[in-house]
């Protein structure tokens, strides 16, 4: 009976040394999909290739259902329904917590793009703020505000697109190749050009029309707001250029300069514009009718305004807050799954030049 009893015990504890063993080969292949999740997300944060969103997906996909097969097979299904539940309250309540805080129903956001660079880069993850009062804000932020009426505003969105403008240099001797960066000492002008058109033959690929989209100056005389241009720098590819981009605009003989300590915003896009999906960018200006404001922003890696690109001023109904704090790279998660991020002036950065 005694001997029986060794043999027993001997062999239940070879068998739990064979779980064990079974147990560590599962968190292996475990940490193997992380490890290869991990270098997902650099290669898309070095190349921003859509393929390597899909591939990170789909190994997100295969970790969580060989965690979740895994977690059954050793603590069973109701261990496993139980901690998965805690996991998402534990979750839910952060962001809850974070809702409360913040009295911001939206508390984070993502940088999608390039758009403003040195200060935000792809892929940070912003903390919001609500913005419980605008005329509060910004005064408190000494933006810069323009009283319009109800009537010229009016005017204004009915001629939506006139001021879609922005200003571009051409060389002197072909006005269809037109850009913002120039090489220094290269030989050029500064034109005005309609951004629709521009867009439309970009689209069509007549690049040797662009000519067709340049306007006189005179075309601003009647809208609301009028730009003015100045030659900046900027590093592209660790090389210096001279920039192109919006410096001042003027409203109602007001004429606000472009100002770094503004305020950053994140803003929901209309259908018609151009940029789409929330948008997070330095308010300009901002224009009060009445009792409502409506926002100039600007990326400061951008050339121009949102306006002259093809978007309307954010009212202050479409602000979801401002961006008080980033942490870098963890909006990449989000990012990947998104795919499609945009990569436009990823390679440059505008200085600050005034």
């Given at each position: 009976?005694?001997?029986?009893?060794?043999k027993t015990k001997?062999?239940?504890?070879?068998?739990?040394?064979?779980?064990?063993?079974?147990?560590?080969?599962?968190?292996?292949?475990?940490?193997?999909?992380?490890?290869?999740?991990?270098?997902?997300?650099?290669?898309?944060?070095?190349?921003?290739?859509?393929?390597?969103?899909?591939?990170?997906?789909?190994?997100?996909?295969?970790?969580?259902?060989?965690?979740?097969?895994?977690?059954?097979?050793?603590?069973?299904?109701?261990?496993?329904?139980?901690?998965?539940?805690?996991?998402?309250?534990?979750?839910?309540?952060?962001?809850?917590?974070?809702?409360?805080?913040?009295?911001?129903?939206?508390?984070?956001?993502v940088v999608p793009?390039?758009?403003?660079?040195?200060?935000?880069?792809?892929?940070?993850?912003?903390?919001?703020?609500?913005?419980?009062?605008?005329?509060?804000?910004?005064?408190?932020?000494?933006?810069?505000?323009?009283?319009?009426?109800?009537?010229?505003?009016?005017?204004?969105?009915?001629?939506?697109?006139?001021?879609?403008?922005?200003?571009?240099?051409?060389?002197?001797?072909?006005?269809?190749?037109?850009?913002?960066?120039?090489?220094?000492?290269?030989?050029?002008?500064?034109?005005?050009?309609?951004?629709?058109?521009?867009?439309?033959?970009?689209?069509?690929?007549?690049?040797?029309?662009?000519?067709?989209?340049?306007?006189?100056?005179?075309?601003?005389?009647?809208?609301?707001?009028?730009?003015?241009?100045?030659?900046?720098?900027?590093?592209?590819?660790?090389?210096?250029?001279?920039?192109?981009?919006?410096?001042?605009?003027?409203?109602?003989?007001?004429?606000?300069?472009?100002?770094?300590?503004?305020?950053?915003?994140?803003?929901?896009?209309?259908?018609?514009?151009?940029?789409?999906?929330?948008?997070?960018?330095?308010?300009?200006?901002?224009?009060?009718?009445?009792?409502?404001?409506?926002?100039?922003?600007?990326?400061?890696?951008?050339?121009?305004?949102?306006?002259?690109?093809?978007?309307?001023?954010?009212?202050?109904?479409?602000?979801?807050?401002?961006?008080?704090?980033?942490?870098?790279?963890?909006?990449?998660?989000?990012?990947?799954?998104?795919?499609?991020?945009?990569?436009?002036?990823?390679?440059?950065?505008?200085?600050?030049?005034?």
């Open positions: 009976m005694k001997t029986t009893k060794t001997a062999g239940r504890g070879a068998k739990k040394g064979q779980k064990i063993k079974r147990q560590n080969k599962v968190t292996k292949i475990e940490l193997l999909l992380y490890l290869l999740l991990a270098l997902t997300i650099l290669a898309y944060a070095s190349t921003r290739s859509a393929i390597f969103s899909v591939i990170f997906v789909i190994e997100f996909v295969i970790l969580l259902v060989d965690e979740t097969r895994h977690d059954i097979k050793t603590q069973g299904v109701k261990k496993t329904a139980k901690e998965t539940i805690e996991a998402i309250a534990v979750v839910l309540i952060v962001w809850l917590a974070a809702i409360v805080i913040l009295g911001n129903t939206t508390p984070i956001d793009s390039c758009s403003m660079l040195p200060k935000l880069r792809i892929g940070d993850l912003v903390i919001l703020d609500r913005i419980s009062n605008m005329s509060s804000f910004l005064a408190y932020h000494h933006v810069p505000v323009v009283n319009v009426s109800p009537e010229a505003y009016s005017a204004m969105l009915k001629h939506i697109s006139s001021e879609y403008l922005a200003f571009y240099a051409y060389l002197d001797n072909n006005e269809s190749k037109i850009t913002y960066l120039l090489s220094p000492g290269e030989h050029y002008s500064i034109g005005l050009y309609n951004t629709k058109c521009l867009s439309y033959y970009s689209y069509t690929n007549q690049e040797n029309e662009f000519y067709k989209c340049k306007v006189s100056n005179s075309t601003q005389d009647e809208n609301l707001i009028k730009y003015s241009y100045g030659i900046g720098n900027a590093i592209v590819n660790n090389e210096q250029y001279l920039v192109v981009y919006t410096k001042s605009i003027t409203i109602a003989n007001t004429t606000i300069t472009e100002n770094y300590s503004n305020p950053i915003i994140v803003y929901s896009t209309l259908p018609n514009d151009t940029f789409t999906g929330n948008i997070v960018h330095r308010i300009f200006a901002a224009i009060r009718v009445d009792n409502e404001y409506y926002m100039l922003t600007k990326g400061d890696n951008n050339p121009a305004l949102d306006l002259e690109f093809g978007n309307y001023p954010a009212s202050q109904k479409q602000v979801v807050g401002t961006v008080i704090a980033k942490i870098p790279w963890l909006g990449y998660i989000t990012l990947a799954f998104k795919g499609g991020i945009d990569t436009t002036g990823c390679n440059q950065v505008i200085l600050h030049s005034s």
